[in-house]
Structure formats: C-alpha cells, structure tokens
C-alpha cells in the first residue's frame, strides 16, 4: 500500500492516482467518524452514503479548496502537503484525526446543521451525551486494546445468557416508564448480557423511549461544542480595536503563519525566539480572553480548550485581515 504522502504528492505534482487518493481519505474518514452518532451527517442519518459523502466532501477541499488558518495559510490542502513536505503522521492529522481537521471541521458543520433544524435529531444527540455521562460514572469499560471501539458492561458484570438487541429494545420500552437513564442504561446492559457500545447503548434507548419529549420544539436552542462562527467573527473585531499596535503586528503575523525568523524581522522588540515565544503566548492569552469574555456564561466556552479557541480566533483573524487593513509595518 503507497504512503499516504507519496498519493498526495503524485497527485498535486501529476495529477496522478486520484483513485487510490480518495481510497486512502475513505479509510481515514471512516475510521473518524465511526463513534460519531446521527446527528453530525448529512440528513440526520449515519449510512453507508452519507459517510461516502462526507468523504468526498473532504477530498474535494483537501484537493481545490485553499484554507486560511495553520499549517494551509491559504493554500489547498493537499498542495501545503507537498510544499511543507509533510509526512504521513501531520498529514493524517491535519485532514482526518485533529479537532480541527478537515473531516471533523465538517462533522461539526453538519451536526450545527441538522441540530438547528431537527428537533428529533437533537433530542437524541443530547440523549446520546446523557447516556455517555451515565456509563462513565456507573458503569466498567471493557479494554479491547489500541485503537479498538471501546465497549461498556453493566457494573459487577456476571456471565449472563445474550440477548439479542431486539429483545432488549422490546423489554427496555415496557419497562422505561419516566425512570431516569441512571437506571435505565445498566438495566440496557445487564439484558444484553454483553458489552455494548455508546452508540448502541444511546440507540435502543432512543428506540425505547419512543421519541423526545412534547414541549421540545422546533425553536429550541441547539447545543454547541464551539461558538459560533458569526459570535467569534464580531468578537475578534472588537478586541482588534483595543491591541497596541505591535500587538497587532504580531497577532497578524501568527495568522499569516509566519515563521519565528520572520517574527523577529518584523515585529520590533522581539530579539529571539525566546522572546517571541513569550510575546505569542502573552499576546495571544490576552486576545483569547478578551474574546471569549464576550459570550459570558453561555454554551460557547465550556466545551472549547484554549487550544482549540485560540485556533478559531486565528482563523477568523486570517479571514479578518484586509478588512483590518494589516500593513507590513504595523
């Protein structure tokens, strides 16, 4: 099998071995999202064509799509690949497995999709979250080794006769009542009389319980992981306004993706990288934070590391820069 950087390569400079190209994003990109449930594909529903899909999607942006944010700086994809040399592992990581890979950047741009519209899909989404916050904390994870679907068993788990999942399915809905899912989820599998998945666990309880609740609405607020990107966009342009102007230079310079060197030879007061690197992380500490003040309480920040925000606001900031009109001196 070819080195997932040599397909890339031949493709780029020869456009060459697009077959065996998109064969490699397949794998990958069904090897990510294969603990992601319903609600983050295309019409509400993990299939086998909504995953294809997904995966030509990512192909086509990896392909023809020039990206603004780190390491892309407004190269597509896969020609920053090959002009950065990237080998196998940054290549993987950039396209398919980071928090903000290619792939997982549209599975969070489906999810907010179908969640705003489909109130079914966003009761079993928060479902599937409750049940995973129940497994953790009553539950034993079975081990089955790197890089395996991790499983669950009922606590003080005995040897039991199986079930089929229809027969839990059916003896879960007479039993479910309006008992709490604490209790529910280790009933689910102490009649299983196996490990289960998350996803199967929170799919015979969807199935179960019959459906979400009257009141929810079509209006309800859907639940998000990172703020939104309109949120993000009025925020960064506010705190720009208020950075000194070496701050702004230098704050620019990390969305353009410039080198430390390049840091240095432009951003006066920085002499070396030690103190560049003092600078970022002051700099882009304080920026962050003043951004994020901005949505107080709410359902933006709890699910976002610094990591993460800070990739968001640099990648707003690229696509900020010529209406902030960033000169080479600022």
């Given at each position: 099998?070819?080195?997932?950087?040599?397909?890339?390569?031949?493709?780029?400079?020869?456009?060459?071995?697009?077959?065996?190209?998109?064969?490699?994003?397949?794998?990958?990109?069904?090897?990510?999202?294969?603990?992601?449930?319903?609600?983050?594909?295309?019409?509400?529903?993990?299939?086998?064509?909504?995953?294809?899909?997904?995966?030509?999607?990512?192909?086509?942006?990896?392909?023809?799509?020039?990206?603004?944010?780190?390491?892309?700086?407004?190269?597509?994809?896969?020609?920053?690949?090959?002009?950065?040399?990237?080998?196998?592992?940054?290549?993987?990581?950039?396209?398919?497995?980071?928090?903000?890979?290619?792939?997982?950047?549209?599975?969070r741009d489906d999810y907010a999709f179908n969640i705003r519209r489909?109130?079914?899909?966003?009761?079993?989404?928060?479902?599937?979250?409750?049940?995973?916050?129940?497994?953790?904390?009553?539950?034993?994870?079975?081990?089955?080794?790197?890089?395996?679907?991790?499983?669950?068993?009922?606590?003080?788990?005995?040897?039991?006769?199986?079930?089929?999942?229809?027969?839990?399915?059916?003896?879960?809905?007479?039993?479910?009542?309006?008992?709490?899912?604490?209790?529910?989820?280790?009933?689910?599998?102490?009649?299983?009389?196996?490990?289960?998945?998350?996803?199967?666990?929170?799919?015979?309880?969807?199935?179960?319980?019959?459906?979400?609740?009257?009141?929810?609405?079509?209006?309800?607020?859907?639940?998000?992981?990172?703020?939104?990107?309109?949120?993000?966009?009025?925020?960064?342009?506010?705190?720009?306004?208020?950075?000194?102007?070496?701050?702004?230079?230098?704050?620019?310079?990390?969305?353009?993706?410039?080198?430390?060197?390049?840091?240095?030879?432009?951003?006066?007061?920085?002499?070396?990288?030690?103190?560049?690197?003092?600078?970022?992380?002051?700099?882009?500490?304080?920026?962050?934070?003043?951004?994020?003040?901005?949505?107080?309480?709410?359902?933006?920040?709890?699910?976002?590391?610094?990591?993460?925000?800070?990739?968001?606001?640099?990648?707003?900031?690229?696509?900020?820069?010529?209406?902030?009109?960033?000169?080479?001196?600022?």
């Amino acid at each position: 099998m070819s080195e997932l950087s040599e397909l890339v390569a031949d493709f780029v400079r020869d456009d060459a071995g697009a077959l065996k190209l998109h064969e490699a994003v397949v794998r990958h990109v069904e090897k990510v999202s294969r603990r992601y449930p319903d609600a983050y594909f295309e019409l509400g529903r993990k299939t086998d064509d909504s995953v294809e899909g997904l995966a030509d999607r990512v192909f086509t942006i990896c392909a023809r799509v020039p990206k603004g944010r780190f390491p892309f700086t407004g190269r597509a994809p896969f020609a920053a690949f090959v002009e950065e040399r990237f080998d196998d592992p940054p290549i993987r990581y950039h396209s398919f497995y980071a928090r903000l890979s290619i792939t997982r950047e549209l599975l969070r741009d489906d999810y907010a999709f179908n969640i705003r519209r489909d109130p079914v899909l966003r009761w079993r989404d928060e479902l599937h979250r409750e049940v995973g916050r129940v497994l953790k904390e009553t539950c034993e994870p079975v081990d089955e080794g790197r890089g395996a679907w991790r499983r669950w068993k009922a606590p003080g788990f005995r040897l039991a006769a199986v079930r089929s999942l229809d027969d839990v399915r059916e003896q879960l809905a007479r039993s479910a009542g309006d008992r709490p899912l604490s209790e529910l989820v280790p009933e689910a599998l102490s009649l299983a009389g196996r490990a289960l998945s998350h996803s199967q666990l929170s799919n015979l309880l969807a199935d179960a319980l019959g459906g979400p609740p009257a009141e929810v609405t079509v209006d309800a607020e859907p639940h998000s992981n990172l703020p939104d990107r309109m949120a993000v966009r009025a925020a960064v342009m506010d705190a720009w306004s208020d950075l000194a102007r070496d701050e702004r230079a230098l704050l620019a310079a990390l969305a353009r993706g410039d080198s430390y060197d390049d840091l240095i030879a432009r951003v006066p007061g920085l002499r070396d990288r030690t103190a560049v690197s003092r600078a970022v992380s002051r700099c882009g500490k304080g920026f962050v934070a003043r951004v994020v003040a901005q949505f107080g309480e709410g359902p933006a920040t709890p699910g976002s590391t610094p990591k993460e925000l800070v990739e968001r606001v640099v990648a707003v900031l690229f696509e900020l820069l010529p209406e902030f009109d960033v000169q080479e001196d600022s």
